[in-house]
């Protein structure tokens, strides 16, 4: 089949949907499908363009068997709801001739990712001029998140906005997403529940598994092997409330020997680090590669995965899948009955949930957890368990292909 893939992030980036995207256009390349990816350069978590990379120009280049195009893109230095827009619409407008382009070509399935919806529009022209199908992917309600964030405000605006999402998802041919909750929003936003899909994100259970010795990185920071670690690693972003884990380390400091390490990058890095500034108990270690990534995540005693309340459910973040690989336990900080807190207390029984923005409930789990060892290794049992089982690379890509091959033109050719 010929797949375009339409989206602002691809690899070489190292988190979040970059990650994803990347590694679905290889793995289909690999099975011997004719991949397209039109993104932009890599920016993301740094907010900063990377090396080696232009924004300012088109470039096109083949990776392990995909044809990549990528499109100028604006990058601001400091984030807002204005800038996150423009930031946006950048990719949109300056991709559209890229886009065209690929009219000759004729794709079968032209599947955008979300964020940014503003691509959107041009996929579903492409698709209805090739006669090629559209599928939209949602990674993250981005229209949800940024009112419940305060990105954007004004209920007029609010209504207008929700209006055009709805009226855009409704013309694709299937949408899919990555949680139960977030495919039942797309419903309610006016999607027919026959076109739409889960389609979960992943993890190479292969390459991310269970240490059975010390990790490297207790040598790096210095750790003696007795010390118990609670280890974010990920974006440093605004979803996250990444301040209930600076006034977590302030205040269990000098009453436990808990180390806290925030591994990552984004835009809410400098305001993490000046507030755990002058803590002894908090390392701070830059984005690993994802070769040393299985090495990263085995430093954990205790995975912590933060989430601001008013994120709930518009989003099921991507960290989890390698923190259940990794056969360590997890605290997260959500409302229960959101999916997130389902998966972790009920579905994988793989640690705790405790309230979102809570430093006193996160104190208490955390002392609760490391007073027994048993239950931390249940719990992290559990969890590499649910993940051999619901979250294998190859189980979700193989559905995903299964459903392309029933949707498109598999008789196509370049």
Known sequence: MKILLYGINYAPELTGVGKYTGEMAEWLAARGHHVRVLTAPPYYPAWKIGAGYSGRKWSRERVNGVDVWRCPLWVPAKLSGLKRLVHLASFALSSLPALLAQLRWKPDVTMVVEPPLLCAPGALLLARLTGGKAWLHVQDYEVDAAFALGLLRGKR????????????????????????????????????????????????VASIRPLTRDSDFRRVLGLAPEVPVALYSGNMGAKQGLEVLAETARRMQGHSPLRFVFCGDGAGKAGLQALCAGLANVDFLPLQPVERLGELLGLATIHLLPQRADAADLVLPSKLTGMLASGRPVLVTAAHGTELAQVVDERAGCGKVVPAEDADAMITALEDMLRDPGALARQGAAGRAFAEQQMSKDAVLAKLESDFLGLGRPQSRL
């Open 157 to 204: 605006l609010e209504r207008i906005v929700r209006a055009i999402e709805g009226g855009l998802m409704k013309r694709f041919d299937r949408v899919s997403s990555i949680s139960g909750r977030m495919t039942e929003l797309a419903q309610s936003k006016g999607v027919p529940a026959e076109r739409v899909l889960l389609f979960a994100n992943w993890v190479d």
